[in-house]
């Protein structure tokens, strides 16, 4: 049986950490910050953990990086 192809997208844009959780970076930092307010740009800082109901899908996409459920 060949091998499974790990979706480059998926693999560019998602992080699995050490336990097997899968983060990702947040939407709308690239520009266009100065018309929101800064404690809106702080708090689209940093990464944020992959949901529950999308972690089989991630799995799917990623087969060889441990994602865990």
């Keep these: 049986m060949p091998k499974m192809k790990t979706n480059r997208l998926a693999y560019k844009k998602l992080r699995v950490n050490a336990k097997g959780k899968v983060s990702h970076a947040r939407a709308f930092t690239s520009h266009n910050t100065g018309k929101r307010s800064a404690k809106r740009n702080r708090q689209l800082k940093g ?4 949901g529950s109901t999308e972690i089989r899908a991630v799995r799917g996409l990623l087969p060889y990086h441990g994602a865990r459920a």
Excluded: A, D, E, G
Aim: glycine share 0%; proline share 0%; with cysteine.
């Design 47 to 50: 990464c944020r953990l992959v």
